[in-house]
């Protein structure tokens, strides 16, 4: 018999600013996003992974989201074996070379996660961290280590009394509810820009106009309505475009976020 394997190499937005993440909503949706297109690809796979650098602390909520949607295991947390001296820490290593953020402590941003199914087991015999320095050189492979995960898997001979991993339906409704509020606050945030882009549109309008009519030489007259031209273009382009297209992306997910929560409610009823 064919045996499905899906794998998925990913990489989430990246976290900017540790203390004040604007682009959270961002990372929230398309952390929901992947966990969703892995559910719906994966079901009839006899093994799901993911493997890639998601940006997300093991604490933090978009991983959070993608373990609890997906029911996927953390190589790193599961592995039989590891080297004692591995702390398993991928990303802003003091001994690496490209480091650019020293008052920042080391994270572990790269995983590799798995999943089996009724049909074959999965288990994580070993993990460790590796591509660490390029061999005869001084200097890193990456910013980010590599994990490399072995994993052994183990067709099941009576599928029928083999019960397959399912998500946690309670730590995925708690994270959901959770990145509901986020993405309402970015949904208002969006609003707000709105609005201060129509502001600049409509005052760049009303100066363009009369600018013609002052004295001033010509050469300053066509300088100022070029900008003002750029104004009004700029303002356009974030007001009715870029914002009203980052807001239609979280309502959107924000949407598809609370279809599984009312499904989900539906079920404890």
């Not at 070379?97 to 009724?118: E, H, I, L, M, Q």
């Not at 509020?181 to 363009?208: D, M, P």
Request: proline share 4%; with cysteine; glycine share 4%.
């Amino acid at each position: 018999m064919t045996r499905v394997f899906i794998f998925i190499s990913f990489q989430t937005h990246t976290e900017y600013n540790h203390e004040h993440d604007k682009d959270k909503a961002h990372r929230v949706s398309q952390a929901f996003e992947l966990s969703q297109f892995i559910r719906h690809t994966g079901r009839s796979a006899d093994v799901n992974i993911l493997a890639g650098d998601l940006n997300n602390q093991p604490f933090e909520l978009g991983l959070k989201i993608i373990q609890s949607n997906t029911g996927m295991e953390d190589s790193w947390l599961t592995a039989e074996h590891k080297n004692a001296e591995d702390s398993g820490l991928t990303w802003n290593l003091d001994d690496n070379n490209y480091t650019c953020y020293p008052d920042y402590p080391p994270c572990r941003y790269d995983y590799v996660f798995y999943k089996g199914s009724a049909r074959c087991r999965v288990k994580c015999v070993h993990c460790e961290t590796t591509m660490h320095k390029v061999p005869g050189k001084p200097f890193n492979y990456s910013d980010h280590e590599g994990v490399l995960a072995h994993l052994e898997l183990e067709k099941v001979s009576e599928p029928l009394q083999v019960e397959p991993i399912t998500p946690d339906l309670l730590e995925r409704d708690a994270s959901l509810r959770q990145a509901v509020q986020i993405l309402e606050e970015k949904i208002g945030s969006a609003a707000s820009s709105r609005l201060f882009y129509t502001a600049v549109l409509l005052l760049c309008l009303l100066l363009i106009l009369p600018i013609t009519s002052l004295p001033l030489h010509h050469l300053v007259t066509s300088l100022i309505s070029i900008l003002l031209g750029f104004l009004i273009g700029w303002s356009f382009w974030m007001g009715a475009v870029v914002t009203e297209m980052e807001r239609r992306g979280c309502l959107a997910t924000k949407s598809s976020m609370e279809v599984l929560l009312n499904a989900s409610s539906k079920k404890h009823i």
